[in-house]
């Protein structure tokens, strides 16, 4: 038996002083840290329950929208107002886990869940750099269909799980935190790290750091958009590649887009080379498969998942085909 | 599941998030029903028998 203690502040300012004992963790909907827990990855001397915080989903005044951290997943899919101005959002949602993890998870817990490499979780009998820094990764040359091909390093090839964050990334949506020493803002694209030699190090968060909102710019192309995910099953299973996507044509050019990729990378992977390869250029097959090779060009396979360079090349194109009809309609 | 059916929530086989009615379509119940249930061989017949019990509740 691990002891801890367990609160339930209502105010941000209680939650970020009672999380300032440097093993405390900040508690979501549970949906992953328990689970970790349970697994001794985690074994945090204090949880912090913030599911009291702000849960509210309000107009920002120019056009957004800022999502309380402690919102459920499902609450924020099914908001009038993100399904008629960031469909991404909601479909990227609800291609994730199922209904009743969405209906539990938070969006801050969503940003800080942790990757489900097996051999993470497999503290028994497998090395492991992102648990245990130094001793050795057994992904790399173990079952690595589920792995990263963009920005891994030698230390970790572990995919950031998902799906919220893809759009999030796409929607170049702005993380508010707040800490003993102030407020700041993080964009989501730079919210998560790339391993390198420290793929313990997750996110930019400082330690005791709350995450109270997620941001959403106001965007007109956001209305078109989309999410696709390929997946071994058609429902609750992650990821092998996901595409979230937003497209705005004139005429028959492609006037801007909005990329990000799931399933691929350690973190939501913003495909900005295969946005400036649309720009400016005819919407058609030909164009959409070479803005995903530019995307691709530095893809470094491992022994089990080279198929999804090419994967993601199809689904990329296939996405933007089917925004492009629906532009057209 | 139902409850949430009749406040609208999509799902991942909802073609239009703007509809405010959701059409309770085979492929709907079978994306409801996952993480509720297994996919088992049973699976077929136990869609047919929440259909069967939401257009009771319904007329």
Avoid at chain 1, 183 to 209: A, K, N
Wanted: with cysteine.
């Amino acid at each position: 038996m691990i002891e801890l203690t367990y609160a339930r502040p209502t105010d941000a300012a209680d939650a970020i002083r009672r999380a300032a004992d440097g093993n405390a963790k900040y508690l979501g909907g549970g949906t992953n840290l328990v689970d970790l827990m349970r697994e001794t990855v985690e074994a945090p001397s204090a949880l912090v329950d913030v599911t009291g915080l702000s849960a509210e989903i309000e107009e920002t005044g120019d056009g957004g929208l800022i999502v309380g951290a402690a919102t459920r997943n499902t609450a924020v899919a099914a908001h009038t107002a993100v399904r008629a101005r960031y469909p991404m959002l909601t479909r990227a949602i609800v291609a994730g886990a199922s209904a009743q993890i969405r209906n539990m998870a938070t969006v801050g817990g969503n940003l800080l869940q942790r990757t489900r490499c097996t051999y993470f979780y497999d503290t028994d009998g497998s090395r492991c750099n992102k648990r245990s820094l130094g001793e050795g990764c057994d992904a790399i040359d173990g079952f690595n269909r589920y792995h990263a091909i963009l920005g891994a390093s030698p230390a970790c090839v572990a995919t950031h799980p998902s799906d919220m964050c893809v759009a999030l990334a796409a929607l170049d949506a702005i993380v508010h935190l707040r800490g003993t020493s102030g407020e700041r803002t993080v964009p989501l694209c730079d919210l998560h790290r790339l391993p390198g030699d420290r793929p313990d190090l997750e996110t930019v968060v400082e330690p005791g750091e709350l995450i109270t909102a997620v941001e959403l710019p106001p965007s007109s192309i956001a209305a078109h958009s989309t999410y696709r995910k390929v997946r071994d099953r058609s429902s609750y299973a992650f990821a092998l590649v996901s595409v979230a996507a937003a497209l705005e044509l004139d005429g028959d050019a492609i006037a801007d887009a909005r990329i990000a990729l799931g399933g691929v990378a350690p973190k939501p992977w913003r495909a900005r080379r295969a946005e400036e390869a649309l720009r400016g250029r005819p919407a058609e097959e030909a164009t959409f498969l070479e803005a995903a090779d530019a995307e691709l060009a530095d893809a470094r396979p491992l022994a089990g998942n080279a198929f999804k360079i090419d994967l993601t090349r199809r689904t990329l194109a296939a996405v933007l085909q089917q925004l492009t009809e629906g532009a057209r309609r | 599941m139902a409850d949430e059916v009749a406040r609208g929530v999509p799902s991942h086989v909802t073609d239009d998030l703007s509809a405010t009615a959701i059409a309770l379509t085979h492929d709907e119940l079978r994306e409801r029903m996952s993480g509720n249930l297994c996919r088992c061989g049973a699976q077929n017949g136990i869609v047919d028998a929440i259909t069967e019990v939401y257009a009771e509740a319904a007329s």
